[in-house]
């Protein structure tokens, strides 16, 4: 089967196989996995949604490390294509979205019944692979951790990038005034066309002034919630938009940067401090994370989020996926599709 190796850390952005520098490359002669107890179950990959963990995990950056050489995984959708005897959820064809740390770049992939989860009819099954990372971290911060309320006002860095539009989405549903900031006009064009409260586009000043001038406008005090997956500078500003009582979401840092989060702010204004780490709530608490994908996946099925993908390319064209994250220019999600493969294998436990 074919699937995209890392066979070393470095730029996934060159050429996979183009020259020494470059950590990837396809492999169309790859095992297909067999399955590996009686209640697992093997997929026919049709989509993988790429994060930018995925484009950590290929610099070596990510905080959860493989050996090397691995097939690079992320969240993905498919159909299955063979079960063990002991499988009671699945059929062969179900259609089904799950995670995998390693593995989903590739025609096949092996997983256990508990870890799938089915994608209703309506759905999109290749958008349905953007639901379990982007989705899942954003309804677990917001629902979850913060129980964001109606009306209350939340803030979404990043907004217009994979965690970040789900993150406006869900506040959405929730009923809460959301505030998205992004960079550039096409970014808050969509992002108003998303239906946002107020958009800040960094491209033309800073946070600070744009959010006070909405919230005074709108006779509100200030944010509640802070959904912050870039960290640096941009929520060293936001800090000084938050209430008293406010929850400050700690997601990620595409800046490059960790925010520093003063204690003696936090006490004298009581604030709360989320960390949230989606991929350990797999492992630690998987009921939340099982019922957080169920909710999920009723909200697409009954029209309540959409998953916009901006571009998707196929795993030879991974390098180009990889580009978009690195320059900044997604939209929403870029997704990988994999090509269907030219000989079914029987199935085999
Ligand atoms: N905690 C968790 O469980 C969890 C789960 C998923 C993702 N994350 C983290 O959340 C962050 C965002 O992930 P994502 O998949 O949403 O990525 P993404 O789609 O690439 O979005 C990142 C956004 O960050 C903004 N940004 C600001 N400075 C940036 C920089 N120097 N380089 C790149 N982007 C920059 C960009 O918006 P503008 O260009 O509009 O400023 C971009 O839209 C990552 O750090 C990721 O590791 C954490």
């Given at each position: 089967m074919e699937a995209l190796v890392c066979r070393k850390h470095g730029d996934p952005t060159n050429p996979p196989d183009s020259s020494e520098n470059s950590p990837l490359s396809v492999s169309t002669s790859h095992p297909i996995p067999n399955l590996i107890s009686p209640t697992s179950v093997r997929v026919r990959i049709k989509s993988i949604s790429l994060n930018y963990a995925t484009y950590l995990q290929v610099l070596g950056k990510y905080q959860e490390k493989f050996p090397l050489p691995f097939v690079l995984g992320s969240d993905y959708s498919g159909v299955v294509e063979s079960v063990g005897p002991n499988v009671t959820k699945f059929k062969i064809g179900d259609r089904i979205c799950a995670h995998a740390g390693v593995g989903s770049f590739a025609q096949y992939i092996v997983a256990e019944e508990h870890e799938l989860y089915g994608v209703p009819d309506g759905c999109d099954l290749v958008a349905a692979a953007a639901i379990p990372v982007a989705y899942g971290t954003s309804h677990q911060a917001?629902?979850?951790?913060?129980n964001l309320k109606s009306d209350q006002v939340l803030l979404v860095l990043g907004a217009a990038g994979g965690v970040g539009l789900a993150a406006v989405q869900i506040g959405k549903v929730r009923g809460a005034i959301v505030i998205a900031v992004a960079r550039g006009t096409e970014k808050v064009e969509f992002l108003k066309s998303m239906g946002v409260d107020h958009a800040v586009d960094l491209s033309k000043g800073g946070v600070i002034e744009s959010v006070k001038s909405f919230l005074k406008t709108k006779k509100l005090k200030g944010v509640d919630v802070v959904y912050d997956p870039v960290g640096g500078k941009l929520m060293k500003e936001s800090m000084k938009l938050l209430n008293w009582g406010a929850q400050i979401l700690v997601i990620g840092f595409a800046s490059g940067e960790v925010p520093v989060i003063p204690a003696n702010i936090a006490l004298v204004k009581n604030w709360t401090i989320h960390g949230v780490y989606w991929g350990n709530y797999e492992t630690n608490r998987p009921g939340v994370v099982e019922d957080s994908l169920k909710e999920l996946l009723s909200w697409l099925a009954r029209g309540l989020i959409t998953i916009y993908m901006s571009r998707s390319y196929k795993l030879q064209e991974a390098y180009l996926a990889f580009l978009e994250i690195k320059d900044r220019k997604v939209i929403g999600k870029v997704m990988i599709t994999v090509d269907d493969p030219k000989t079914i294998p029987s199935s085999r436990l």
């Open positions: 917001l629902v979850h951790r913060a």
